[in-house]
């Protein structure tokens, strides 16, 4: 039998070749055969067969092996990708080319960001090419080194040329992000200190981050929020926002709450408006048309008030029945909810829906003061000279109940919550496309108007702590210097497409989260429904949002509080410890253990850089990299298969040999209370939002049948927990895997990290 080599020589096949690479690729690795890996690729090798698909043919003969069982064969699958990998960008397995020479080679090519080499001499790059440990490619599992290959290492997406190896990425991130520090050594520092927490996975990256730092590409916001007003300029240009960041790979979170509803009177009523469903195609066709280089599909989800004129048509936007004409199902749904709605729903009351432009105070109490809310509400309902219609709150409750199951896609903003326990003295009115980012907006009113009353679109920068790497809760203290000072970068560094959102250079919003919590617990010997559990996740909030605000106070120092920090709680001396839901008291018995007070002081003193700190994010594609789980969820299973454009990707639990029995899965939970409990405790520690899910077995349930009083009561206790927002409502119903995750990127309907 021949082989086609990569040079397009001729060779006979040689077996032993295939048991060296193979014996090279298990050395050291327990669990796993050479034989059995063997015996798979038999039957595959034909005359004339290029060496290159053998190796293919290896590392997918491999990745067939990972189980539950025998998980170590994700080991030798990516020690089998790196091999192949080196090949294809260097012809070489053992000797990296020097960073320099990589440096340059891709500025001809036009992959890498030109000012590279502007901002640092050859002798100050060959210095740090002396960091780089190349040998930490082989601590990528399969799933996650293929992860990168697909979607973050840079590549020629027409040809599949690929430009780089991880540990470059990682090394040319830092240098990129921190080129701006003035002194050489010190910077020098910093970007090793940045690398280590990067490429031994402590810290978690988002998507635009990892694809476009060190390329000409300038925007990296992973989370764009729109405010669209009640007139045509407003909503046009608001769609051109959309489109230009959808381009540059965000996800996009409208508020079209303040659109006048269907038959109102436009010009004393010689136009009578069409509501709001047109406008929602032309958005949702803009978001699709406009695809994000290949990296992520574009996806945005949209947000109404519960007592909106149109709020029953906008309920069943998404679902499967009716006709083009009146549903908008590539767009997500987020109704947001009040203190009024829910205590009506509890005493089986009546609510009333109005039109927002003729309650404009009302929309502006909405969710900022709840009792100046309620009397004007009750006001509203009491006057003749506006149109209202009534309906029992529980009919429009289970009718929302019932299209958050049926579609999983319509969420919930608790926006009195989000205003309560936010850090702005600012309204919040919205939220992002995943539903952890609270931020102020106002509409937009021009494109391209540099004016001071131009609207505001928010924008918000994300990274997470991968807490499974966490050996010390101290060791979080310089994690959280890296992470803040390297977000405040991207701040800097990154452009600004439309004007409206040049506003984040004042407000500085970041947003850390965490991933990998289920690995967290598995190894304290806690579980999701476990009373202690609250304690243990409590104790590691309290360190991660202390040294966040240490680290952005410190950096107020060096570089000086953002410019609209006097809108901010925290300049008040206001933390999320005296905001959050007291409700948390009964779930947690441990006292605070830092120094808050001292904290405190040094806030009011020297300010902080950011106006934001913390927003937990899904983390499902850089979970991969990470090999952790996904941000605050329970895995769905010990291996998951997760769905990407390249075919199935098998992944396991960290540690799976002795913490098997210690996970909590996500579909066998007898209820959403543990969690939800959890994700409250969180809530306590974070400035922003958290996008959190709920998970329903129907083979639980006698009948097959999810009954909507579940769903409601898991909404109700989400509230009374102080829970800001849901995303999610996730169904077993038995008849799919339950351990296959869909698509890792936002055409999936996901802003995942």
């Known amino acids: 039998m021949n082989v086609k080599k990569r040079d397009d020589r001729i060779e006979d096949f040689d077996i032993e070749k295939i048991h060296d690479v193979l014996f090279w690729a298990t050395e050291g690795i327990k669990g796993v055969n050479v034989s059995d890996i063997e015996i798979k690729i038999g039957l595959q090798l034909v005359d004339g067969i290029e060496s290159k698909e053998i190796h293919q043919i290896l590392i997918q003969s491999c990745a067939d092996l990972i189980t539950e069982k025998t998980p170590n064969y994700q080991y030798v699958a990516g020690n089998l990708l790196n091999f192949y990998l080196r090949k294809e960008v260097f012809n070489t397995s053992d ?10 080679c891709n500025i001809e090519e036009g992959v890498y960001d030109g000012k590279i080499l502007e901002n640092y001499t050859e002798a100050q790059i060959r210095k740090l090419d002396n960091a780089i440990k190349h040998k930490r490619d082989y601590d990528l599992v399969y799933a996650g080194l293929q992860q990168l290959i697909d979607k973050y290492l840079l590549k020629d997406r027409t040809t599949g040329m690929i430009y ?31 690398y280590n927490d990067l490429s031994t996975f402590k810290i978690s990256l988002p998507t635009p981050i990892m694809c476009g730092v060190r390329t000409p590409s300038r925007q990296y916001s992973s989370c764009t929020l729109i405010d669209v007003g009640d007139n045509l300029p407003s909503i046009f240009h608001s769609n051109t926002a959309v489109g230009m960041y959808t381009a540059n790979r965000a996800g996009i979170g409208l508020n079209f709450g303040e659109i006048r509803g269907v038959g109102s009177k436009i010009r004393n009523g010689e136009v009578m408006h069409t509501g ?12 699709k048309c406009c695809t994000q280089n290949g990296v992520r599909g574009g996806s945005s989800t949209s947000h109404f008030p519960f007592w909106h004129r149109e709020i029953e048509d906008i309920l069943v936007l998404k679902n499967n029945r009716g006709t083009d004409d009146n549903r908008v199902r590539k767009m997500d749904y987020s109704i947001q909810f009040c203190r009024l709605f829910y205590r009506r729903f509890v005493q089986d009351g009546k609510i009333t829906l109005f039109s927002p432009h003729e309650v404009h105070d009302l929309y502006e109490a909405f969710g900022l003061d709840n009792d100046k809310f309620e009397e004007l509400y009750e006001q509203y309902e009491r006057s003749r000279s506006i149109w209202k219609k009534t309906i029992k709150a529980r009919e429009l409750f289970n009718h929302f109940c019932q299209e958050r199951i049926g579609t999983g896609r319509m969420y919930v903003m608790n926006i009195d919550h989000c205003n309560d326990h936010s850090s702005f003295t600012d309204k919040i009115k919205m939220s992002n496309l995943c539903q952890e980012i609270t931020l102020p907006t106002t509409p937009l009113t021009h494109i391209d108007d540099d004016e001071e009353d131009d609207g505001e679109i928010a924008l918000c920068v994300l990274s997470a702590i991968n807490v499974g790497a966490i050996r010390k809760l101290e060791e979080l203290e310089d994690i959280c210097l890296n992470i803040v000072r390297s977000l405040d970068s991207v701040i800097e560094h990154q452009s600004y497409p439309v004007s409206a959102s040049k506003k984040m250079l004042k407000r500085r919003s970041i947003g850390v989260g965490i991933t990998n919590l289920a690995y967290y617990l598995a190894k304290h010997n806690v579980k999701y429904e476990d009373k202690e ?10 360190y991660i949002q202390y040294y966040l605000i240490k680290a952005s106070v410190e950096l107020a120092k060096e570089k000086g509080q953002c410019e609209w920090f006097d809108k901010t709680k925290y300049s008040k001396g206001i933390l999320p410890i005296d905001t959050y839901c007291k409700e948390v008291d009964k779930l947690v018995t441990r006292k605070l253990k830092l120094n808050w007070e001292k904290l405190r002081k040094e806030v009011k003193q020297h300010g902080m850089r950011n106006s934001t700190l913390t927003a937990l994010m899904p983390c499902e594609s850089s979970s991969l990299v990470t090999n952790s789980t996904n941000g605050v969820e329970p895995p769905r299973g010990l291996l998951s298969i997760k769905k990407s454009k390249q075919g199935l990707i098998p992944q396991v639990v960290p540690d799976i040999h002795n913490l098997r029995n210690k996970y909590t899965l996500a579909f066998d939970m007898e209820t959403n209370m543990g969690y939800t409990n959890i994700v409250a405790v969180i809530q306590k520690y974070v400035d922003q939002a958290i996008s959190s899910n709920h998970y329903y077995n129907f083979s639980k349930y006698e009948s097959g049948n999810l009954p909507m009083s579940d769903v409601a009561r898991d909404i109700l206790h989400s509230y009374k927990m102080g829970l ?3 995303y999610y409502a996730n169904t077993d119903d038995g008849k799919t895997d339950k351990h296959i995750d869909e698509a890792d990127d936002c055409a999936g309907g996901a802003c995942k990290l």
């Open 164 to 194: 780089e190896t991880p540990q470059y990425m990682y090394m040319l991130i830092c240098m990129t992000l921190l080129s701006h520090e003035k002194d050489s050594n010190r910077r020098h520092r910093l970007i090793k200190d940045l």
């Open 724 to 726: 800001k927002t849901l």
């Open 276 to 287: 709001v469903i047109p406008f929602l195609k032309m958005f949702e066709s803009t978001t």
């Open 95 to 104: 000797n990296m080319p020097p960073l320099l020479d990589v440096i340059k």
């Open 533 to 542: 559990a609250c304690n243990v996740v409590d104790e590691l909030m309290e």
